[in-house]
């Protein structure tokens, strides 16, 4: 099994990131069995979900070798715990974009052309929330590797407050894609069809959901200091 410490040494700020790219990773396979859904290229999603439980098992590895790694000494102004606790919720990033992916696989998932505009809209949103997610914990390596604070701080709080807001907009567009989906199988008795749609929807939601805590939680760890 591939040890990432031997390529980034026992650097924690780098795994971090590393780990965040693993993470980041899984979103991208995400949104190709979603694009392959949207398109009706059902039989390219089964090979993408394996390559996607890969990744989160390298994401799952890469959050033990943290765990076991990190010290006190190597982290000036933020405890070991809170690390620890980063590092989880960006594993459950992971976990939840191979649950989104492995519902997509479970047989052809069709959207109407009623609900497929404001899917992509509310798809979208949630990848928003993931990638300013991202760089939020971009800055907050910036941060602790250069030791800074003051405007810094302020800067990332800002970051946090336009992704807090980005996941309630993805959560309106959730409530009226709901909405619209239980509109529909009033008339259409495909409850099996039905439960899947209205379960990667929910799937999509917990992802934007943990982006925005992991957000909210790098800015609590810094308020801390």
Avoid: W
Avoid at 18 to 46: D, F, P, R, W
Avoid at 208 to 222: F, N, P
Wanted: aromatic share 10%.
């Amino acid at each position: 099994m591939l040890k990432f410490s031997k390529i980034f040494g026992s650097n924690p700020f780098k795994l971090l990131m590393a780990h965040m790219q693993i993470v980041s990773s899984s979103m991208e396979k995400l949104q190709e069995a979603v694009h392959c859904t949207l398109e009706g290229n059902y039989h390219a999603i089964g090979p993408i979900v394996s390559e996607l439980s890969k990744i989160e098992f390298n994401a799952d590895s890469l959050k033990l070798e943290i765990r076991n790694s990190i010290t006190k000494a190597f982290f000036p102004i933020i405890r070991k715990e809170d690390v620890l606790e980063l590092v989880i919720l960006q594993d459950m990033i992971a976990n939840k974009a191979l649950e989104a992916g492995s519902i997509l696989s479970y047989r052809h998932l069709e959207f109407s052309d009623t609900l497929k505009p404001l899917f992509i809209d509310y798809n979208k949103k949630c990848l928003d929330v993931f990638e300013d997610t991202k760089k939020v914990v971009l800055e907050l390596t910036y941060i602790l590797e250069a030791s800074f604070g003051g405007p810094e701080f302020d800067k990332v709080r800002h970051m946090v407050e336009i992704t807090a807001h980005k996941e309630y907009e993805s959560d309106l567009l959730r409530q009226r894609l709901m909405k619209e989906l239980y509109a529909l199988s009033a008339h259409d008795q495909n409850f099996t069809l039905f439960y899947q749609t209205n379960k990667f929807i929910e799937t999509l939601g917990q992802i934007a959901h943990v982006c925005e805590g992991l957000a909210l939680k790098i800015l609590l760890t810094l308020d801390k200091n």
